[in-house]
């Protein structure tokens, strides 16, 4: 282990798979705050801390189980004359319920009036029925930062590390982008669009068709700043107001009206 931290090697690997599995865990945050905004407000942070602890349990979980994650790429069977491997079914499956669940989401942020007696329970189902859906898209999120961090670290602690401290910057940062994203309808949505932009990235892997992430997150990356400079040109303006299912009045999470 001194001989392993004495080298350079080591410690570039570790910047530069940590800034990448920061980077890989943009979506995984985005998807967490938009699941996260369905709980009133006193909830939504402990969401966020148990959501990517999950992350960080089911990465490390997908680590140490390196040859079963391998094995996902193996043909199972094949379709049309192409091979599908679980690798293929699970981003498949992962791609399409992101899709699904973003639609849902702008449709009823936009159209549904909530009535209060149509307003979910705050107690800890509700609570937990967010965090599971968080559980089964963060093994979708992992595959891909697992496999990245097999290409680019020779030695599994490197590995470890760099996974701990992405997840601790996402920990850092996850409250102040979910209570961003919460006062901002308009980056509400544009999160929800980034949702279905990486389902259908994650729909296309599943049937064989690489996507260069640098593309995906440079959409986003701009469609962001874009929006940052209409915010700050419409400042003096009203902004929209979305549906919500909660509102905070006094400190008091209470049904919307």
């Known amino acids: 282990m001194l001989a392993l931290l004495s080298q350079a090697d080591t410690w570039?690997?570790?910047?530069?798979?940590?800034?990448?599995?920061?980077?890989?865990?943009?979506?995984?945050?985005?998807?967490?705050?938009?699941?996260?905004?369905?709980?009133?407000?006193?909830?939504?942070?402990?969401?966020?801390?148990?959501?990517?602890?999950?992350?960080?349990?089911?990465?490390?979980?997908?680590?140490?189980?390196?040859?079963?994650?391998?094995?996902l790429t193996r043909e199972l069977f094949a379709v049309l004359g192409r091979g599908v491997s679980g690798r293929d079914l699970i981003l498949l499956g992962g791609g399409l319920f992101l899709i699904a669940k973003a639609t849902f989401e702008i449709h009823d942020k936009l159209e549904v009036e909530h009535a209060p007696e149509a307003a979910p329970p705050a107690g800890k189902g509700a609570f937990w029925a967010v965090i599971a859906q968080i559980a089964v898209l963060d093994i979708v999120f992992s595959l891909d930062s697992?496999?990245?961090?097999?290409?680019?670290?020779?030695?599994?602690?490197?590995?470890?590390?760099?996974?701990?401290?992405?997840?601790?910057?996402?920990?850092?940062?996850?409250?102040?982008?979910g209570e961003f994203v919460e006062r901002h309808p308009t980056i509400k949505m544009l999160a929800l669009s980034?949702?279905?932009?990486?389902?259908?990235?994650?729909?296309?892997?599943?049937?064989?068709?690489?996507?260069?992430?640098?593309?995906?997150?440079?959409?986003?990356?701009?469609?962001?700043?874009?929006?940052?400079?209409?915010?700050r040109m419409r400042k003096a303006r009203r902004p929209v107001a979305l549906h919500h299912r909660f509102e905070t009045e006094g400190g008091e999470d209470r049904p919307a009206a």
Do not use: C
């Open 12 to 71: 570039i690997a570790l910047a530069t798979l940590s800034a990448m599995e920061i980077v890989l865990g943009i979506d995984n945050v985005v998807f967490l705050t938009i699941l996260a905004g369905r709980l009133p407000a006193g909830q939504q942070p402990r969401a966020r801390r148990v959501g990517l602890a999950f992350a960080l349990l089911t990465r490390l979980g997908l680590l140490f189980a390196i040859s079963w994650v391998m094995g």
């Open 146 to 177: 697992v496999i990245t961090a097999v290409g680019m670290a020779q030695h599994l602690p490197v590995m470890v590390a760099a996974m701990i401290l992405a997840v601790g910057v996402m920990l850092v940062f996850a409250n102040a982008i």
């Open 194 to 231: 980034f949702l279905i932009l990486i389902g259908v990235m994650l729909v296309a892997e599943g049937f064989g068709k690489h996507v260069e992430k640098g593309y995906i997150y440079f959409a986003m990356a701009f469609s962001l700043v874009v929006e940052l400079l209409n915010m």
